[in-house]
T-cell receptor, first 115, second 111 residues
Framework: DADVTQTPRNRITKTGKRIMLECSQT?????MYWYRQDPGLGLRLIYY???????NKGEISDGYSVSRQAQAKFSLSLESAIPNQTALYFC??????????????FGDGTRLSIL | QKEVEQNSGPLSVPEGAIASLNCTYS??????FFWYRQYSGKSPELIMF????GDKEDGRFTAQLNKASQYVSLLIRDSQPSDSATYLC???????????FGSGTRLSIRP
């Protein structure tokens, strides 16, 4: 979904490094999410935000932090990366007023490898 | 812990046949149910949404929901090789704040 942009698309880094993944959207949605995907485990929610002043932990928030700099921007940080954080990371947005059950709109993902 | 369960597959179906994908969920208060398709290395894309008991059809796709049994399924008619992908079942939880995803079923359509 070109309306949700994630940077970088790929990143290889070393254990202990601080990493920031960025997400920006032009959909005008208030709600933004960060997921990670591991083989065989589906999508797991890390953090979500319903507006600029709202931050909520998901099911796997340990080792991660987020910042909602503006309605359109939601960043995910790994303060000290470890190898088991190697995964595919997705940012998503949603709009509670959207028909069809308020589906998630996904970015193209960031493939992160921690060596 | 609210859960969404899917058979991981792979499910192999001949071209032109009907593919049937199943999903169960634990949160009885869930209201909205989604099927996403995900090609390898790509982001999930929404293909069906359902919230009422019964069937909902969209082209070759039919979603079926049975809230009493906490069961949702996806039927793909006239399966094509391009349907080969992982299909994620997702459920909006009873608080309506989050969507919980299953681990996905890998579908392979053989020519």
């Amino acid at each position: 979904d070109a309306d949700v942009t994630q940077t970088p698309r790929n990143r290889i880094t070393k254990t202990g490094k601080r990493i920031m993944l960025e997400c920006s959207q032009t959909k005008g949605h208030d709600r933004m999410y960060w997921y990670r995907q591991d083989p065989g485990l589906g999508l797991r929610l890390i953090y979500y935000s319903f507006d600029v002043k709202d931050i909520n932990k998901g099911e796997i928030s340990d080792g991660y932090s987020v910042s909602r700099q503006a309605q359109a921007k939601f960043s995910l940080s790994l303060e000290s990366a470890i190898p088991n954080q190697t995964a595919l990371y997705f940012c998503a947005t949603s709009d509670p007023s959207e028909g069809g059950g308020q589906p998630q709109h996904f970015g193209d993902g960031t493939r992160l490898s921690i060596l | 812990q609210k859960e969404v369960e899917q058979n991981s597959g792979p499910l192999s179906v001949p071209e032109g046949a009907i593919a049937s994908l199943n999903c169960t969920y634990s949160d009885r208060g869930s209201q909205s149910f989604f099927w996403y398709r995900q090609y390898s290395g790509k982001s999930p894309e929404l293909i069906m949404f359902i919230y009422s008991n019964g069937d909902k059809e969209d082209g070759r796709f039919t979603a079926q929901l049975n809230k009493a049994s906490q069961y949702v399924s996806l039927l793909i008619r006239d399966s094509q090789p391009s349907d080969s992908a992982t299909y994620l079942c997702a459920v909006r939880d009873s608080s309506a704040s989050k969507i919980i995803f299953g681990s996905g079923t890998r579908l392979s359509i053989r020519p």
